[in-house]
C-alpha cells in the first residue's frame, strides 16, 4: 500500500513538473524544437540569365514551444548567410543557432522567434542579394515572395514590428540592402562582418582580371568548386554589372584586357553599401533598431568601422561593437549572446509565458 501511495505522489509530481516546464516552452509538453528544410518557389527569380533554379532551399528553425501551443504566434528573423554557403550555415557549425535558440528558449523573458534561412548560392557561389537580370530578383525574393510563403505556412505575426533581416558575410551586405531598400517589410537589421561595404576587399575592379579567362557556363561551374579562384568576381558582375547582351554568362567585368572600365567600376561602387547608406537615410531612419557588429581580426573591419562612421556622421542610430574574434571563430557565441537577444528585445511578440509579468 505505501508503495502504491510512493508510486502515485511520483507520477503526480513529475506530471506537475512536465505542465510547468511546457509553460516555460521547453521540455516534453512543448516538445523540441523543429529544424525544417523545405522548397519555396521565386516568382522573382523566373528567367534569370544564369539559368539557377527559381526553387530555393530554405531552412527553418521552429522554437520549443511551437509544437505545442498551437495559439501561439512568433515573431521571424530572415537570417541571410555568406559568399559560397547555403541555406545551413547557421544550424551546422559554426553557427550552431539550434543548440543556442533551444537554451534561450526557456529563459525567463526571451521571446523566441521563427529563423529562416534561404539558401542564396549560386552558379558563382552567391547572388549578392540584389537585384539582377542575370541572378534574378533577389530583393524581391526575400522581402515578398519568401516573406509571404513563411506567413501562409507558419504562425508568423505577419507585421514589419515583428519581422527582422540579418546576415553574415555577404549576408550582412544583403542584409543591410534589403533593409535599408525595404523598411515597409522589416523593423530590425542585424548586420554581422558585413562584405562588400566598399570598393575593396574583395570588391575591388582591378581584381577581376583572373575572372577574364572564364568565357564558358562550363568554365564557371569548374572555377566555383574552387575555395579561392574567380568566382567572387564572377558572383559581383552577375549581380552588379548584368549585360543581357553579353552571353553566355550575361555580365560586363570592370576589367578588360587586364585595364579598368570606369564606367562598369562606378557601377560596382554605386551597390557598396557605403555608398547605398548615403542615399537611403530615410528609410534607415525608419527602422525600430539597428545594430553591426565585426571581429577585431575581421578583414571586414576597416569598411565596418567606415559604415559605423557614416552612420554616426548621418545621424542614423545604431548599435556598434568590435569584439575579439575573426570572421567566423566566434560565431556560435555572438548568435547566443547577442543576435537571438538583440531580437528577442526588438521584435514585438504575443506575451511570452516565462515571464513574470504573465501569471499561470
Keep these: ?32 524544437s523543429i529544424v525544417e528544410h523545405v522548397t519555396v518557389h521565386g516568382k522573382s527569380l523566373e528567367g534569370n540569365l544564369e539559368g539557377d533554379s527559381a526553387d530555393r532551399e530554405v531552412t527553418i528553425y521552429l522554437p520549443p514551444s511551437y509544437r505545442g501551443d498551437q495559439n501561439r504566434r512568433y515573431p521571424v528573423v530572415y537570417l541571410l548567410h555568406g559568399f559560397g554557403a547555403k541555406d545551413d550555415m547557421f544550424i551546422a557549425r559554426p553557427g550552431n543557432l539550434t543548440e543556442s535558440a533551444d537554451r534561450l528558449a526557456s529563459s525567463t ?11 542564396a548560392n549560386t552558379l558563382h557561389r552567391g547572388s549578392m542579394y540584389s537585384n539582377s537580370v542575370t541572378t534574378g530578383d533577389w530583393e524581391t525574393f526575400i522581402a515578398q515572395d519568401l516573406v ?8 508568423t505575426i505577419k ?24 523598411p515597409d ?17 574583395g570588391a575591388r575592379p582591378e581584381a577581376a582580371t583572373t575572372a577574364e579567362a572564364i568565357k564558358t557556363r562550363a568554365q564557371a561551374e569548374e572555377a566555383a568548386r574552387a575555395e579561392n579562384g574567380p568566382s567572387l568576381a564572377l558572383a559581383l558582375a552577375a549581380a552588379w554589372s548584368p549585360n543581357a547582351g553579353n552571353g553566355p554568362l550575361f555580365l560586363d567585368l570592370p ?10 567600376a562606378a557601377r560596382w561602387t554605386a551597390n557598396t553599401g557605403l555608398a547605398m547608406v548615403e542615399s537611403h537615410v530615410s528609410n534607415l531612419n525608419k527602422l525600430y533598431s539597428i545594430s553591426i557588429e565585426v571581429g577585431t581580426k575581421d578583414p571586414m573591419l576597416a ?9 554616426t556622421r548621418l545621424k542614423i542610430a545604431h548599435r556598434y561593437e568590435e569584439y575579439d574574434g575573426d570572421q567566423t571563430n566566434r560565431l556560435g557565441d555572438r548568435i547566443e549572446k547577442n543576435f537571438l537577444p538583440f531580437f528577442s528585445k526588438n521584435l514585438a511578440a504575443t506575451a511570452n509565458p516565462t515571464s513574470p509579468a504573465v501569471k499561470d
Design 255 to 264: 576589367v578588360k584586357d587586364g585595364k579598368v572600365r570606369t564606367d562598369i
Design 159 to 182: 507585421e514589419r514590428i515583428s519581422r527582422g533581416i540579418a546576415g553574415h558575410g555577404m549576408g550582412g551586405y544583403g542584409a543591410l540592402r534589403i533593409g535599408m531598400n525595404r
Design 1 to 32: 500500500m505505501k508503495q502504491s501511495l510512493l508510486v502515485v505522489c511520483l507520477v503526480i509530481l513529475t506530471a506537475a513538473f512536465l505542465e510547468a516546464q511546457g509553460r516555460r516552452g521547453a521540455g516534453p509538453a512543448g516538445g523540441p
Design 303 to 311: 569598411s565596418n568601422r567606415k559604415l559605423h562612421d557614416a552612420m
Design 148 to 155: 509571404a510563403y513563411v506567413d501562409a505556412n507558419y504562425r
Design 109 to 119: 523573458g526571451f521571446s523566441a522567434a521563427i529563423i529562416v534561412t534561404p539558401n
Design 185 to 201: 517589410v522589416f523593423s530590425s537589421l542585424y548586420v554581422m562582418s558585413a562584405a562588400f561595404l566598399e570598393a575593396t576587399e
